[in-house]
C-alpha cells in the first residue's frame, strides 16, 4: 500500500439536491445506531425509565437532554476514524502514559461487565418466567443469555443490525401509542426538559412505606445511573468504531481488509509520530454524512422512547404507587399497556422479551468489539487472534462470572443498586474520559485542515460539561 491514501468518492445519495426521497434514502444508514438504541431501550429504559417517572413524576426529564453530550462525543470520535483510519483506543495505547486509558477501561470493563450480565439474566429471566407462569426465573435467564452468546458467535453482523431494528420497533412503538392515548400535557411537561437546577429531594412517603428497598439508593445515583443508561456507553462507544470498519465508511469505503488497513496506517503513525498520509485537501463532509444519519437517528429514537416510558410510569405508576423493585423488575409496569386494553398484556410481554434479549445479544457484540479494540494494540497476541475466538473467552467470562453474582442477586444483592452503580461507571464517568482524550487526540494528532474548528471545539467541550451536571448532585 502507497503511504499516500486518497478519500474514497462519497455515497450518491449524499450529493443530491435536498429532497424527500434524498431523506427517505439516508435511512439506508441506519445501522450501528440501531444497536445503540436496542442496548440503550433495553433494561435501563424498561426499569429506571417508568421507576423514576413514578416517584419523581417530570421533574428529571432533563436528564434525556444531557444525553445529548455522549452522541457529541461519539461523533467527534468517529469522526476521528473516518478521517485517519486509526482507531480512537489504538491511539490511547501509545499517547497516553504506559496506555493507562486503555487498562482503565479494561478494568471497568472486568468489573462491572459481570453485573451487568447478572441483572439482565434475572430481568429476563423473570420475564420468561413471567410470560410462561412455570420454571425458576434463573434457569430461564440462565439458558437465553447462553443461546444469546451462542447467536453472538455465529451470527453475522447484518443479523444483529436488522434484529436490533425490529426489537428497538416493538418496544417503541408500544410505549408511544401508550403516552399518546394519555394525551399528556405538553404544555406542562416540555419545560422540564430544561429545568437542570431541578431534582426531587426526597422520595414521596408512599416509596418508604411500600418499597423500602428502593430508598436504600440515594437519588443522585439513580440520576447517575439513569444518565448511564441514556448515554452511548464506552461499550458502545468504543465499539462504534469498531463497526465503522464493519460498514467500510469513510476511508475504509472501497479496502478489503479494513482492520489491516487501518493498522497499517497506524504503523505509519508510529514510524513517523504523526498522521502525514492524508491529501493535502481532502473533502471530508460527505464521507461523514453516514455516522450524522446514524447518530440523530438513534438519539431521536432514545429520546423519545427514554421521555414516553417516564411521563407513562408518572401517569399510570405513581397514581397506583407501583414501582419495579428488585423482585418484580417487569411485572409491575403491565398497566403502561393495558391501560388500553387488557387484551395487550402479551404484546407487552412480547415486548418486553424483545428489549431484554436484544439487549444481552448486542451487549455481548458491543462488549467484545469494545475489548478488541481496546486491548488490540496492548497485547500483539490478542490483535492477531481472530474475532469470534476473543468473543468466545470473553463470553465464557462473563458467563462465570454473572451467574454467581445473579445467584447472588437471588439471595438479596439489589439488582437496581448494582444496575446503578455499573451505568455510572461506564455510561457516564467512562463517557466524560474517553470524550476529554477524543477531543485532545483530534486536536493533536490530526492535520491542522481535519482537525476541529472553534465551533467543534467548543460544541464538544459542552457535550462533556452535559454529562458533568448530575455529579452537583452529589455533593
Known amino acids: ?65 444531557l444525553n445529548i453530550g455522549s452522541y457529541i462525543i461519539a461523533y467527534v470520535s468517529c469522526r476521528f476514524t473516518l478521517i485517519s483510519g486509526i482507531g480512537v483506543m489504538d491511539l490511547f495505547s501509545v499517547k497516553t502514559k504506559h496506555g493507562w486509558m486503555n487498562w482503565l477501561f479494561i478494568v471497568i470493563m472486568i468489573i462491572f461487565i459481570p453485573i451487568f450480565t ?100 440515594p437519588i443522585s445515583l439513580y440520576m447517575l445511573g439513569y444518565l448511564g443508561t441514556l448515554t452511548i456507553t464506552i461499550i458502545t462507544l468504543i465499539g462504534y468504531t469498531g463497526w465503522l470498519k464493519v460498514k467500510k465508511w469513510g476511508i475504509f469505503k472501497n479496502e478489503d481488509n479494513p482492520e489491516e488497513f487501518s493498522q497499517q496506517l497506524f504503523k505509519y503513525f508510529k514510524r513517523d509520530g504523526k498522521i502525514n498520509y492524508l491529501p493535502s485537501d481532502g473533502k471530508i463532509k460527505p464521507l461523514l454524512k453516514p455516522i450524522a444519519v446514524d ?77 478488541y479494540e481496546t486491548v488490540g494494540n496492548l497485547s500483539p497476541r490478542i490483535r492477531k487472534m481472530p474475532y469470534k475466538r476473543f468473543m468466545f473467552y470473553l463470553l465464557v467470562y462473563l458467563l ?40 485532545s487526540i483530534t486536536q493533536k494528532v490530526l492535520p491542522k485542515q481535519y482537525a476541529l474548528g472553534r465551533i467543534g471545539i467548543a460544541i464538544s467541550i459542552i457535550g462533556i460539561i452535559l454529562l458533568l451536571i448530575p455529579f452537583i448532585y452529589l455533593l
Open 295 to 371: 447518530l440523530f437517528i438513534a438519539f431521536i429514537i432514545v429520546s423519545l422512547v427514554s421521555a414516553a416510558y417516564m411521563i407513562v410510569g408518572a401517569i399510570l405508576l405513581a397514581d397506583n404507587h407501583i414501582l419495579p423493585e428488585d423482585t418484580r423488575l417487569v411485572q409491575n409496569q403491565l398497566i403502561i399497556f393495558t391501560y388500553l386494553a387488557n387484551w395487550l398484556k402479551p404484546l407487552f410481554q412480547i415486548s418486553v422479551f424483545f428489549a431484554l434479549f436484544g439487549t444481552v445479544y448486542s451487549g455481548f457484540e458491543a462488549a467484545t468489539r469494545m475489548l
Open 118 to 217: 447478572a441483572s439482565i439474566v434475572t430481568s429476563l429471566g423473570q420475564t420468561l418466567q413471567w410470560i410462561f407462569g412455570r420454571g425458576h426465573y434463573l434457569l430461564w435467564g440462565i439458558l437465553f443469555c447462553i443461546f444469546a452468546a451462542f447467536l453472538a458467535l455465529v451470527g453475522r453482523y447484518k443479523l444483529l443490525e436488522y434484529s436490533q431494528a425490529f426489537f428497538v420497533a416493538v418496544l417503541a412503538i408500544g410505549a408511544l401509542i401508550t403516552l399518546i392515548s394519555l394525551k399528556p400535557d405538553l404544555i406542562k411537561i416540555i419545560p422540564h426538559f430544561f429545568t437542570i437546577w431541578d431534582a426531587p429531594s426526597d422520595f414521596p412517603s408512599w416509596v418508604y412505606n411500600d418499597y423500602p428497598s428502593v430508598t436504600k439508593t
Open 1 to 65: 500500500m502507497s503511504e499516500q491514501v486518497t478519500f474514497p468518492d462519497p455515497d450518491p445519495i449524499t450529493l443530491e439536491r435536498p429532497s424527500i426521497k434524498k431523506y427517505i434514502g439516508y435511512l439506508k444508514f441506519f445501522g450501528p445506531g440501531a444497536i445503540v438504541a436496542s442496548i440503550t431501550i433495553g433494561q435501563g429504559q424498561l426499569i429506571l425509565g417508568p421507576q423514576i417517572g413514578a416517584w419523581a413524576g417530570y421533574t428529571l426529564l432533563w436528564l434525556i437532554t
Open 400 to 439: 462465570v462470572t454473572g451467574i454467581p453474582l445473579a445467584i447472588m442477586m437471588y439471595y438479596g444483592l439489589s439488582v437496581l443498586l448494582m444496575l446503578s452503580l455499573t451505568l455510572m461507571f461506564v455510561g457516564v464517568i467512562g463517557v466524560i474520559l474517553y470524550g476529554i482524550g477524543v477531543v
